[in-house]
C-alpha cells in the first residue's frame, strides 16, 4: 500500500507493508528513539526484543511504513491466546470470549513523520488483518488517559473505553475495544457427550519452575497413577541437566526464567530413572513421530500421553541446534510440554492438563499444527 501525504508535506510517497525478522533492528532501533524523545515517560511502555520477535511471527504482525528503506512508523497486531497479557482477562471474560481477542499492542511513530495521519493508518491496516485472521475478533488496547493525541486516533476508529485501571508496572491505562458488528455471543463451550477425559490433576509450575514445564507435566502423569509427587521433587531430584544439551538433558536449569527445555528422549531418561530408584515395573516409552489422533487409543487404555506444543499456542521459533545420535534437534522457543487427558471428537477439542493454564480444552487442529512442528513428541507411561 502506498500512502501519499497532504500536499503541504515536503515528504515523499510512503509504503506500508508485513514487516519481516529481518527487519527486528529497525523496529527495536525506531522504539528506542521514540523512548529517547518522549516528553513523558509515564505515556510509552517499550517493548522487549522477544516479543517484538515474536510479534512478528504469524498470526501475530508488524506492519511498517517505510521512506524508501527508512522505517518511519510501525503497529503491531497480536494473537495472545489465553496468555495472562490476553486483556480479556483484565475484563473478567471467559475463556471462549478472550481466545477471540486480538492485541493491538503498540503504534510508533517517528516524530519526523508525524502529522501524516500514520497511527491511524496503521490502526486501520491492524484492524483490517484482524478481521481477516479471525473475522469475530475483538480488537482491545490500552492508552493511556493523559495522551489525548493516541486516545482520539483510537476512538476515531470505533474504539470504545471498556474500563481504567493499573498496568505495566504501575501506568495508568483505559482498555479499549474495537467489537464486531453484530456483537457474536461468544458461548463457553461444552464438551459433547462423546467427550472422553482422564482425571489429570493440574500443577501449575510457576513461580518455582518458570521454564520447568517438562517435569512438571511428568510429576502430572506419574501422580495419575498416585505418586504423590511434589511440584519440585522430579525437577531437582532426578532431572539430568547440561548447558547445551537439550534432547537428553534439561538445558539450563528449570528454576531459571532462561532456562530451556528438555526433549522426549530425556524425558523418557528422567521417568525411567524415577521409577527405577521407586521399584516399580511401570516404564517410559518414546512415542515420538506418532500422529496426534493415534494418541487418542492410549486415552481410551486409561493412558494420560505427555506431548510437545507451545506455550498458548504461540507460534513455535527455532532457537538453537543440537545434535545426538547422529540427528540433529532443532530447539524452539515457545515450546512447551503438556499432558493429553481428553478429547472431543465432536467439537474437535483436546483436553491437556498445562502447567501453565491448568485443564484447558484446545482446538485440536491449532494444537495438531504445532504438535507435528515440533517433531510429533509424545512419551507414555504403563
Known sequence: MTLTPTPSSSKPSLTIRRC???DLDDIMALQEHICETMTNPDLFVATGRRDNADYLLSPNAIFGVYDGTRLTAYGSLVF???APENLGHDLGWHLEKILCCATLDTIVVDPDYRGLSLQRRLIQECLSYARCVLPDCIVLTTVSPFNEYSLRNVQSQNFQILKRL??????????????????PSYPAFEPSKEAFSLPVTPILQNPELPTGCESVALTMALNYYGYGLTKAEIAEQYLPKDPE???TSFKGDPHDPDG?????????????????RNGN??????LTGTELSDLYAYLKQSIPVLVYNSVYLKTPDSTADYTSDGKTWKFYHNEHCVVLCGYDPVSHKVLVSDSLSGLIWRDEAKFRQIYDALGKMAVVIF
Open 281 to 286: 515395573s511401570r516404564k517410559a516409552f518414546d
Open 260 to 276: 530451556d527445555g528438555i526433549y522426549a528422549p530425556g524425558l523418557v531418561k528422567t521417568a525411567s530413572l524415577f521409577l527405577s
Open 245 to 247: 544439551n537439550f534432547v
Open 80 to 82: 495472545p491466546n489465553d
Open 166 to 183: 493499573i498496568k505495566y508496572g504501575g501506568h495508568e491505562r483505559y482498555i479499549l475495544g474495537n467489537l464486531p458488528d453484530p456483537l
Open 20 to 22: 519481516s525478522t529481518t
